[in-house]
């Protein structure tokens, strides 16, 4: 069990050009929270014509993305 804590703890702080991992996984989730929102918006406005099972499908992707950042952070300190 121990080894395998040891091991998200390397990923969590794996530097990408001197960024932790995390950070980068962080910047991705916000980014597609915020995307699924925007469609859903410009859904409701009528500005774009795409299938609202797109925001479905975002949604749970960002769902996804908090979990293991959150995940990853939540080991980074035990």
């Known amino acids: ?34 995307i699924t929102a925007l469609l859903a918006y410009l859904k409701r406005k009528e500005k774009i014509k795409i299938s609202i099972n797109w925001h479905y499908r975002l949604a749970y992707i960002s769902i996804i993305f908090a979990l293991i950042h959150g995940f990853l952070g939540i080991l980074a300190y035990i």
């Open 1 to 34: 069990m121990i080894i395998v804590i040891i091991i998200f703890q390397e990923i969590t702080y794996f530097l990408i050009f001197g960024i932790p991992f995390i950070v980068y996984l962080g910047i991705i989730t916000i980014l597609i929270f915020i």
